[in-house]
Structures are given as structure tokens and as C-alpha cells.
């Protein structure tokens, strides 16, 4: 077996094993990569974000067809199939393979593709399909290897009308009926994403309202715009079993419901990828969602292995995987460390949702006199021109000095007006305060117009 030693080995190409890798290689280490999969990217590239951001803008392009009365003079109101706007999508899995791939070769780091495992503290073994494997050896290791679908044992997966997020990738129909089971971000996103395709979507909800942990107000704008494109959402459902047959699947609920549809969903829930990694051979065991526990320096029990994405769980976000990959190798190479977790958060349901900060449940929780900052986007001139009205920003400060403490944002581009704030947010002193606002000049009309007239609101509250 071929034997090759390293500074760093790091497991999984997803952001976390990415930027962990190129951070090390631009420090002059030697590095290598492994991947599992025939290309890199992660389960980030090829099954999660990209893949689902992509269709999510493919669909809102034919919503905006079909509701804008200007085509109306160039057509009628066109309905695309799944797998066509599908192929649209690989287009951008693609030019991100090819992307990522550069860099690797541009930093000069090695890629191995197979099944990494451990075969002891500092040695991995890579199995590749064809049988062959190789010996990596290194004192330092960067565990990133993701996370899949959580898939109960009492659903059968293998029927052809039953899916998860990463087999309905493989859709090759557009069902005019589906039960989403899970109304979590993935959940929510796919059910904006059918229901801007004209499918009937049932979104069963396992707790009493969708995504709790988001500002209620905007929790509460999200069921109502979803509701306005079709969606059926059913809180505090369990289910008894999931039934496959050759039209569709039927769904029975512990409460006694029966559902029907063409397909299946399921959306509830994701595994670390811990299994094949050959934990038992280093003493490192995982907890049952198949996560590892990191100290707050993203080490594992072992100093010198680390573990960073998806694979330890909370906040299982591609923004914050990348981040923290940089982090641990920056702790390995004994730069400045920090760790992640002012993240904010970026729900790209249609329209979408970002928020940074505190909620207002926190706040009235913890006694904080805060008060609150709002604008409509109907209210604004961008979203005028642009025909995307619906949504809304808030900023919630503190009604003595002005700090502001959380920024939410639903409507058109809230992923990227929230960044606004948020940069804002990250300034020390009086340079965080809702007079920032009042006091700068933005573009016109853009929709950082919002901050504005929201800090004016907030501004006017106040007695
Ligand atoms: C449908 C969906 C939508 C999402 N949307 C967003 C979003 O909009 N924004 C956002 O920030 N996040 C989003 N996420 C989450 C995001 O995709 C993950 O947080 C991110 O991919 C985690 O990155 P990672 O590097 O930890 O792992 P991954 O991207 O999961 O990559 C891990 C890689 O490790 C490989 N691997 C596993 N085991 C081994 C082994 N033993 N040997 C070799 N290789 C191995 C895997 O094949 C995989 O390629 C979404 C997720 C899903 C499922």
C-alpha cells in the first residue's frame, strides 16, 4: 500500500474541509484532501445548498412569469417541470465543481477520492471503488465530513414515490401532490420551492409553528405567504406510517389524519457522518445523531484531531462550516483562533428570510428594554419598481442607547439586506446604534432604504 505523509490531512471537501485545507496549504503545509464522493464540493455542492438554492431561483424566475402582467403581452402563464428546471440547476453544481477543483490544484493540495478511516491516531487508510487504497499519514487531521438524511427505519426509502432531500434530486416527474414531512428550514425551502411549481404541497409540521426559532412575527409571515401559494401546513403532527403503493403514498397521522399525495418528502432531520470513519480504531466515539463532540477550540478528545461543518452538529450551516474549517486550521497552524457562532441565520424559502441578533422573546425574556424599528417593503421605492412587496425589515435596539440588538428580515433579498445590519451590529460602542441609519446616506432607491425608514420608526417610538 503507497504511503504518503502530510502536515495536515483533512476528511471531506464540503466549506468545512475546503477552507480548513486551503488555510493550511496558504501557510505552506502540505496538505491532502480526501473526498468520498467521484468530485468535490460536499454533500454542499452536490445534495444541499447549491443544488436547492439554484432550483429555488429557477422557480421564482417562472413565478415571476407567470405573476408579472407585463408577460402577459408575450405569453400565457407556463408551468415547467421538475426535471427541467433541475437540469438548469447542475449547470451551477457543475461550474462549482469545476471552481473548487481549481483550488486545490492552485494551492497545491493533493486529492485522494475514497473512504477515508482511521486506522490509527495519525494514519488514515483511503479506500477508493476500485478496490485500491492508499496510506495517509500526518500529526494533524481535520475531520469534515458532513452529514445525510436521517432516514427512520420504519419508512421505506427505496420506494420510488418516497424521497428525502437528497434523493428528490432524482425526481424525474412533477407530482401534482406532496407531503412534506418536517417543516424545518429544508422542509420549508422545498415546500416554496413545489409550490412555486403548482404542486399541491401538504408541509406537516411536527411542532406548533414553523421555525421557532425566528421571530414569531416573521415565523407567522412565512405561514401566511406559504398558505398564499398553496401550501396546507399541519402543526403538531406526528406520523403513525408512511405507506407507499403504485399511484402515490398515504400518510397516516398519530392524530388520526390520513393524507394522500402523488410523493413524499421527508425532511426531518440529519446524521453526521461518522460511520465509516473507523472511530472505534482511535477511541473516539460519536453521539446518537452520529455528530462528534469538539471542545470550544473544534478539538475532539483527541488535541490533535479535529472536527468542523456538519459533523458536529448545531449550526449544520454551509456559511458557518466554512468559518469554522479556517478556524481549526488556524488553531493548527497557531494563528489567531476564533470561534464561530455569531451566525446569522439565511432561510431562502419564497420570498426569504434572514435575521442576526436577538428575538423579541429573547429580549422580553431577559427583561431588555428594547424597542422596536419596522419597515415595510411596500413602503419602499426599490421594492416598488421590483414587485416584490411582500416582506418586511425590524430592527430591535435598546431603547436607552440605541444599540441595536437583532435585525430580521423577510421579503425579496432579506439574506443580503440583513448584512447591512449586521456590519453595523459588529461595531463597538456608539458606532452600534440605530442613528447610523439616520445619519448616513445610502443609495436611492435600494432597499437599504428599509433601515432607514425603519430606524425613523423606531426613532419616533421613543418618548
Ligand atoms: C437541502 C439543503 C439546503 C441547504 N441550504 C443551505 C443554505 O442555504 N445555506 C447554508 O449555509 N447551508 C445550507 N445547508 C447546509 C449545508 O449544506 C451544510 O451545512 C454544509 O454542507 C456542511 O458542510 P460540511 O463541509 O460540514 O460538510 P458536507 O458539505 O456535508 O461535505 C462533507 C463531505 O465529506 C465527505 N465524506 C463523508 N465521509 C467521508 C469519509 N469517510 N471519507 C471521505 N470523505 C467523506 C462527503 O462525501 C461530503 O462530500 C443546506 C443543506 C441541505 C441538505
Not at 422557480?59 to 400565457?76: A, H, L, S, W, Y
Not at 438524511?149 to 425526481?171: E, K, Q
Not at 416582506?391 to 435598546?398: D, E, P, R, S, V
Request: with cysteine; proline share 3%.
Amino acid at each position: 500500500m503507497a504511503v504518503h505523509n502530510y502536515d495536515l490531512v483533512v476528511i471531506g471537501s464540503g466549506p468545512a474541509g475546503e477552507s480548513a485545507a486551503i488555510n493550511a496549504a496558504k501557510h505552506g503545509k502540505r496538505v491532502a484532501i480526501v473526498e468520498r464522493q467521484s468530485s468535490v464540493g460536499g454533500n454542499c455542492t452536490h445534495w444541499g445548498t447549491i443544488p436547492s438554492k439554484a432550483l429555488r431561483h429557477q422557480v421564482k424566475q417562472i413565478m415571476q412569469f407567470n405573476t408579472n402582467r407585463m408577460f402577459r403581452d408575450i405569453g400565457e402563464p407556463r408551468w415547467f417541470s421538475f426535471p427541467k428546471v433541475l437540469e438548469r440547476s447542475r449547470v451551477t453544481i457543475d461550474q462549482q465543481v469545476e471552481l473548487r477543483t481549481k483550488f486545490y490544484s492552485r494551492n497545491r493540495i493533493d486529492l485522494f477520492f475514497g473512504v477515508a478511516r482511521f486506522r490509527d491516531e495519525h494514519t488514515v487508510v483511503v479506500r477508493d471503488n476500485h478496490e485500491g487504497a492508499e496510506e495517509l499519514s500526518a500529526p494533524q487531521f481535520v475531520i469534515a465530513t458532513g452529514s445525510r438524511p436521517y432516514r427512520p427505519a420504519d419508512v421505506n426509502f427505496r420506494h420510488p414515490r418516497i424521497y428525502c432531500s437528497d434523493t428528490i434530486l432524482g425526481l424525474s416527474h412533477t407530482p401534482r401532490t406532496l407531503i412534506i414531512y418536517g417543516a424545518g428550514v429544508i422542509g420549508s425551502e422545498y415546500a416554496s420551492i413545489f409550490s412555486g411549481l403548482g404542486v399541491k404541497v401538504d408541509l406537516i409540521d411536527t411542532r406548533e409553528r414553523l421555525l421557532s426559532f425566528l421571530d414569531d412575527e416573521i415565523s407567522d409571515a412565512l405561514s401566511y405567504e406559504l398558505r398564499n401559494y398553496g401550501v396546507l401546513i399541519r402543526h403538531n403532527e406526528e406520523y403513525q406510517s408512511v405507506e407507499g403503493d403504485e399511484a402515490g403514498v398515504v400518510v397516516n397521522l398519530k392524530s388520526g389524519k390520513r393524507l394522500r399525495a402523488d410523493a413524499f418528502l421527508w425532511a426531518n432531520g440529519r446524521t453526521g457522518n461518522t460511520d465509516e470513519l473507523g472511530l472505534e480504531n482511535i477511541g473516539l466515539e460519536a453521539n446518537g445523531r452520529g455528530q462528534l463532540q469538539v471542545d470550544d477550540h473544534y478539538r475532539t478528545a483527541i488535541p490533535h484531531i479535529s472536527a468542523v461543518g456538519d459533523v458536529i452538529g448545531w449550526p449544520s450551516l454551509a456559511s458557518a462550516a466554512y468559518d469554522q474549517g479556517r478556524s481549526a486550521s488556524d488553531e493548527f497552524l497557531g494563528e489567531d483562533f476564533r470561534f464561530v457562532d455569531d451566525i446569522p441565520t439565511g432561510i431562502y424559502t419564497i420570498p426569504e428570510i434572514s435575521s442576526v441578533g436577538k428575538t423579541e422573546r429573547e429580549l422580553t425574556e431577559a427583561k431588555v428594554p428594547y424597542e422596536v424599528a419596522q419597515a415595510f417593503f411596500k413602503d419602499t421605492a426599490r421594492a416598488q419598481i421590483t414587485g416584490d412587496t411582500a416582506g418586511m425589515l425590524k430592527i430591535l435596539f435598546h431603547r436607552e442607547t440605541l444599540e441595536i440588538l437583532g435585525i430580521h428580515c423577510f421579503g425579496d433579498q432579506a439574506s443580503e439586506i440583513v448584512h447591512i445590519g449586521q456590519a453595523i451590529m459588529q461595531q463597538k460602542g456608539e458606532a452600534n446604534t440605530l442613528r447610523y441609519f439616520i445619519n448616513t446616506t445610502f443609495n436611492y432607491p435600494t432597499m437599504a432604504e428599509a433601515y432607514r425608514i425603519a430606524a425613523q420608526n423606531g426613532l419616533n417610538r421613543l418618548f
